[in-house]
């Protein structure tokens, strides 16, 4: 059974998270991407607490209302800010001080990068879903062929301050139309425009791409057990950066690629995916 609470974190944020899972079970965090919501683990969180994990995906800051800092001041929206929530969510489901389990889709696979590189004493695993790690993608991006740069080209759409209207026009076709066609079922986006679909939300969401411009955050060799997942009809992350993600990890490494599998997994590959995870997990205790 999924609850819906409001979890307050010592910052003084407050985050709309699902849960699922006993309360003593060993913690898995789950961080949801753009343009989505925790809605995105709708699949995974019963799978997770009935293998006897406590489960909680949080709809991220600027995503819940009651962590919706003033998006005009990009400051609000550091990376150094979104590492600092992961452990504070962390913290507030019960692991304070304790390891825990992090996974993470899209931008949520950005920071979760990021917790693994500062804070690997906190994590006894890590599980990235489509977003290479940092160093792969910024080596990627900087390659003459261009593949990469054309695929992260709509990033440099979301820097301009006309893009929000833009996307929430006619009932939010854009968007809509977006998901769709990258597999994201009809159900999914409905749920995800629940949080996401109104300009306060939406503005506070880019506003993520605009205090973090391309993405390359400074992050090292990540020492902690690393699961990725990458499907290969991913449009936005290509082969390079993926399958040279595995350079950057000095720990217990297994990449999984899904044939035919786009950008967003959980929606397209939901079973197969939670079963990796399951099984990854399981290899590394807490």
Sequence with gaps: MIETIALKTRSGLTFTADVAGPADGPLVLLLHGFPESRHSWRAALPALAKAGYRAIAPDQRGYSPGARPDPRNLANYAFDKLIADAIDIADASGASGKRFHLVGHDWGGQVSWGVAGRHP??????????????????????????????????????????????????????????????????????????????????????????????????????????????????????????????????????????????????????????????????????
């Design 121 to 286: 004493d906190r994590l006894a695993s890590l599980t990235i879903l489509s977003r290479p790690h940092p160093s792969s993608f910024r080596r990627a991006l900087l390659k003459e062929d261009g593949d990469q740069k054309h695929r992260s080209r709509h990033h440099r759409k979301f820097l301009e301050p006309e893009t929000g209207p833009m996307l929430l026009e006619e009932n939010a076709r854009r968007l809509r139309r977006n998901l769709a066609a990258q597999g994201v079922p009809e159900a999914a986006i409905e749920e995800h425009l629940g949080v996401l679909g109104n300009s306060d939300a939406l503005e506070a969401a880019l506003a993520w791409y605009r205090a973090n411009k391309g993405l390359a955050a400074e992050i090292g060799t990540i020492k902690v057990p690393t699961l990725y997942i990458w499907g290969d009809a991913d449009a936005t992350v290509g082969p390079e950066a993926a399958h040279g993600t595995r350079e950057f990890v000095g720990a217990a490494y297994g990449m999984e690629v899904l044939p035919g599998v786009g950008h967003f997994v959980m929606d397209q590959a939901p079973a197969e995916a939670a079963d990796l995870l399951l099984k990854h997990l399981g290899r590394h205790p807490v």
